[in-house]
């Protein structure tokens, strides 16, 4: 990963834009998309900056400048000289999805984000919206944070009640939560990688790294492997999978 991922707030929040013609509407329009309000020189309390300039000197000049006032700059269509860059959006507010490519080519993030298009309900936003609205209610349903995850977890897995790609799905939110599906207490999966390529897990180790709680693994397993998980799992190095697995998914990874 070469850029940090942030959604950021700017509603609002002072952006400065600098420049005119079309890149510089272009920023306009997705600021004003966040809510930020545009100005076009440096104010106290600017959250960032875009320079939208044709000349290459004095592109680099204004972001120096702005650089100088403390803020992060993206200088449009020069992605040397930017702090950041802006990703190709796929928008289901309250859900948004980014394709970044760290400014190597807008091209293919475009190209992404319109495979992503093709793929999520125009609802999705509702069910983001549903689950936000019964979160009080899930707290009292499954007190511990570790049962609300995996119930939420099978709930939106693929052909699961809540399915994210499933049209209907907000629609459902409120059964499921009366159902309330009785959690596991413990469960250990044996899975043995045959590469150390990433791109060669099947469907069904990815979904299991996404899920586990924690992962048993020998020293030296491909980082590229353990990368696919969720970043707040806990790692074991250990040369044997657990006789006892703790509370959730534990996945024993072998080589």
């Known amino acids: ?30 600021i004003a998309r966040a809510g930020g309000r545009i100005v076009a020189e440096w104010e106290e309390g600017a959250a960032i900056a875009f320079v939208a300039l044709d000349d290459e000197d004095q592109a ?45 080519s807008a091209g293919l993030a475009k190209a992404v984000r319109q495979r992503i298009e ?7 936003g509702a069910l983001a919206s549903a689950l ?32 994210p790609l499933d049209r209907n799905a907000a629609d ?9 599906r009785v959690i596991p207490l413990s469960r250990l999966e044996t899975v043995r990688l045959t ?21 048993f693994h020998p020293p030296g397993l491909p980082v590229t492997i353990l990368d696919r998980a969720r970043a707040d799992v806990v790692r074991h190095v250990t040369d044997a999978p657990p006789a006892d697995p703790p509370p959730g998914l534990s996945l024993w990874l072998q080589t």
Do not use: Y
């Open 1 to 30: 990963m070469e850029q940090l991922p942030l959604f950021l707030n700017l509603r609002g929040r002072t952006v400065v834009l600098v420049g005119e013609g079309e890149a510089a509407d272009a920023k306009a329009r997705l």
């Open 60 to 104: 680099r000049a204004a972001a120096r400048a702005l650089r100088a006032r403390g803020l992060l700059v993206n200088v449009v269509d020069r992605p040397d000289f930017c702090d950041f860059t802006t990703p190709a959006i796929v928008d289901r507010a309250p859900v948004t999805v980014a394709i970044g490519t760290g400014g190597a």
């Open 118 to 124: 093709t793929l999520l309900p125009a609802r999705l």
């Open 132 to 163: 936000h609205a019964v979160r009080d209610a899930m707290k009292v349903r499954w007190p511990e944070a570790a049962d609300r995850r995996r119930a939420i977890d099978s709930a939106l897995a693929k052909g699961g009640v809540l399915d």
């Open 172 to 180: 459902r939110v409120s059964d499921w939560l009366a159902a309330g």
């Open 195 to 215: 590469s150390a390529d990433p791109d060669d897990l099947t469907l069904r180790v990815a979904r299991l790294l996404g899920e586990a709680d924690h992962i």
